[in-house]
Nanobody
Framework: QVQLVESGGGLVQPGGSLTLSCATSENIFNFNSMGWYRQAPGKRDLVASINVGGKTSYADSVKGRFTISRDADKKMVYLRMNRLNPEDTAVYYC?????????WGQGTQVTVSS
């Protein structure tokens, strides 16, 4: 059973930074891709992803502010978020994909507010 556990969410002021972490029970190279989604009231949207080869992609709204990275030895994926603004407020979910199967973490709340 694949497990994804997020941590690092919280309350931050506009302009501040946070780093989200996602711990997995699996060798991260078993996944075709891993990434982060977020959900405000409404649908869940892709924020950033990294594929097995290390190629990254980002939503336009976070390009230049967010960075996804991974540490294979620690079985961790990270999302560094800089210059946060209130529109970044959401529940952030770690995601992993093996072939056609999707796995999700439980989510961590990020609130950007003064």
């Amino acid at each position: 059973q694949v497990q994804l556990v997020e941590s690092g969410g919280g309350l931050v002021q506009p302009g501040g930074s946070l780093t989200l972490s996602c711990a997995t029970s699996e060798n991260i190279f078993n996944f075709n891709s891993m990434g982060w989604y977020r959900q405000a009231p409404g649908k869940r949207d892709l924020v950033a992803s990294i594929n097995v080869g290390g190629k990254t992609s980002y939503a336009d709204s976070v390009k230049g502010r967010f960075t996804i990275s991974r540490d294979a030895d620690k079985k961790m994926v990270y999302l560094r978020m800089n210059r946060l603004n209130p529109e970044d407020t959401a529940v952030y979910y770690c995601h992993a994909k093996i072939l056609r199967r999707d796995y999700w973490g439980q989510g961590t709340q990020v609130t950007v507010s003064s």
